[in-house]
């Protein structure tokens, strides 16, 4: 009797750690919705490669920077007047996996639930260009 009385207590007890680690502030890593099928299983192929970072930076600073900014906070010049803005992209690269950033990058903002002018790049960038930005962000905007 004792006894199952402390099972009882320390599961609850972990059950209102483990809720509040989850609950954290409904910030946007939980709104983010996962990637469809076709990018879901995609793992950065140049991760942390000092050369792709590089090539990655030529591609940031000529095709996102003016909305997102230099350093990826939302700040660039075109991005100012969008509704809605670009976000943090320092947040998304820590909070969101390979498979997410590359779909947003490939199909853009034109779908729900994002509705945006986040442009679609596939067919523009190649998927190199794609995961050598990717590189780029996760390397410098943490
Ligand atoms: C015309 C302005 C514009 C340009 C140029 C642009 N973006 Fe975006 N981007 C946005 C906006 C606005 C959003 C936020 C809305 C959304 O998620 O669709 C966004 C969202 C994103 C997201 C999702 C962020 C998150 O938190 O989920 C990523 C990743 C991203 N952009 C990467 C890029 C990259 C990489 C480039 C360059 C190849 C780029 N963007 C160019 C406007 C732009």
Same mark, same amino acid.
């Given at each position: 009797?004792?006894?199952? @009385? @402390?099972?009882?207590?320390?599961?609850?007890?972990?059950?209102? %750690?483990?809720?509040?680690?989850?609950?954290?502030?409904? =910030?946007?890593?939980?709104?983010?919705?996962?990637?469809?099928?076709?990018? /879901?299983?995609?793992?950065?192929?140049?991760? +942390?490669?000092?050369?792709? /970072? !590089?090539?990655?930076?030529? %591609?940031?600073?000529?095709?996102?920077?003016?909305?997102? +900014?230099?350093? +990826?906070?939302? =700040?660039?010049?075109?991005? /100012?007047?969008?509704?809605?803005?670009?976000?943090?992209? +320092?947040?998304?690269?820590?909070?969101?996996?390979? /498979?997410?950033? @590359? $779909?947003?990058?490939? !199909?853009?903002?034109?779908? =729900?639930? @994002?509705?945006?002018?986040?442009?679609? $790049?596939?067919?523009?960038?190649?998927?190199? =260009?794609? $995961?050598?930005?990717?590189?780029?962000?996760?390397?410098?905007?943490?």
């Amino acid at each position: 009797m004792k006894r199952s @009385f @402390f099972v009882l207590a320390a599961v609850l007890v972990l059950s209102a %750690v483990l809720l509040s680690a989850c609950g954290g502030g409904g =910030d946007s890593a939980s709104t983010r919705p996962e990637p469809p099928s076709t990018y /879901a299983s995609l793992t950065n192929p140049v991760a +942390g490669k000092a050369e792709a /970072a !590089d090539a990655g930076k030529t %591609v940031y600073e000529t095709n996102c920077s003016s909305c997102h +900014g230099a350093t +990826g906070k939302g =700040d660039g010049p075109a991005g /100012a007047a969008l509704d809605p803005k670009p976000g943090d992209l +320092g947040k998304a690269v820590v909070e969101a996996s390979d /498979a997410y950033l @590359f $779909w947003r990058i490939s !199909d853009g903002g034109g779908m =729900d639930p @994002f509705n945006s002018s986040m442009p679609a $790049w596939k067919g523009i960038l190649s998927e190199t =260009d794609i $995961w050598n930005v990717i590189t780029y962000m996760q390397t410098n905007f943490k």
